[in-house]
């Protein structure tokens, strides 16, 4: 359409969009997507894999040459691409801050549950390499999704109302957990942490953390002035998890005694859906986390986490041909 200008001529108006989509239909200009700068890991240290700017094609610059040309001689518009910048550029990565591995923490795993530990190596690969700025949020299911068979997941081991059933994705608590002590030992804001129902020996009392697609999830929030680099991997039997930033914290954990300790029962199932279970008590545990400046004993803050955790009762799965 044409519009009056103000200064007494006409000037023409464009849908924009519907131009360059028109323009771009007719006439090829080469575009790509910036990428951010990452990490990989090489030796087991971090290596910045810098920042590639990208090309697009601008919308208000096709209508301001296309307009150009309904007065120009020759009729002919010029279109190129601009260069966009990524989000996140090398300069922003070597600010990071990403210089040495401020957490070290591994989990161990029984290895002869092959398809759980399948899906464990699928969560660590997935999870590794993860960014978190300052004042970022890690969301352990923002990153997974939900687990299916389609992402590579099988079925593996999971706690569900209180008994050991099944599932596809099952086992990837052991990753919660190693991401959740990381998170601790880190200093870092714990926003969202939910502990297993009953006690799992193989994990800190009072210093694990479950995870379940969409409910239940692991967050947290890095409130240091640095960003934090995640590597996971599962090697030996471990989940193993390290952060690589810089140092803000010196942090340590002080247990509690075990309180209202609760004896175990013994459940005969004879049901097709039966999974055997080893007995353990439930209790209740108290966690401190304390916080104190690199080489410094003075400390700085501390909160404390209470955990209850039910018994895991002795399932016996009665049903002929079952697992003892």
């Not at 575009?31 to 590639?52: E, H």
């Not at 002590?181 to 297993?196: Q, R, S, V």
Request: positive net charge.
């Amino acid at each position: 359409t044409m519009v009056p200008d103000g200064k007494g001529s006409l000037a023409p108006r464009f849908d924009e969009a519907r131009l360059a989509r028109l323009v771009l239909g007719a006439v090829p200009v080469p575009t790509k997507a910036p990428r951010n700068a990452t990490w990989t890991f090489v030796g087991g240290s971090p290596r910045l894999v810098p920042a590639v700017p990208g090309a697009a094609v601008d919308e208000a610059s096709i209508a301001r040459a296309v307009a150009a040309a309904l007065t120009d001689p020759a009729r002919t518009a010029r279109i190129t691409p601009v260069v966009t910048q990524p989000s996140f550029t090398t300069a922003d990565a070597e600010k990071a801050g990403v210089r040495e591995a401020v957490v070290d923490f591994s989990s161990p795993f029984p290895p002869e549950d092959t398809t759980r530990t399948h899906n464990l190596v699928v969560a660590t690969n997935r999870i590794n390499g993860t960014y978190i700025p300052p004042g970022g949020t890690f969301s352990l299911n923002g990153i997974l999704g939900e687990r299916t068979t389609a992402k590579g997941y099988a079925d593996g081991t999971l706690i569900l109302n209180g008994r050991l059933t099944r599932g596809v994705g099952g086992g990837i608590s052991q990753v919660s957990t190693t991401i959740y002590n990381l998170a601790y030992f880190a200093g870092a804001d714990i926003i969202a942490a939910t502990p297993h129902a009953f006690y799992i020996p193989r994990y800190p009392e009072g210093r694990e953390a479950t995870v379940y697609w969409p409910t239940v999830d692991n967050k947290w929030k890095n409130d240091t002035p640095y960003g934090m680099l995640l590597q996971t991997w599962v090697e030996g039997g471990n989940v193993r998890g390290r952060i690589w930033s810089t140092k803000v914290w010196d942090v340590k954990s002080i247990k509690g005694e075990r309180r209202n300790v609760k004896a175990p029962k013994t459940v005969r199932d004879d049901s097709p859906t039966c999974y055997p279970q080893q007995p353990n008590p439930g209790f209740d545990v108290t966690v401190v986390r304390q916080w104190y400046r690199p080489g410094s004993s003075a400390l700085v803050k501390s909160e404390s986490f209470t955990t209850h955790y039910i018994p895991e009762d002795r399932i016996i799965c009665t049903r002929p041909g079952a697992k003892p």
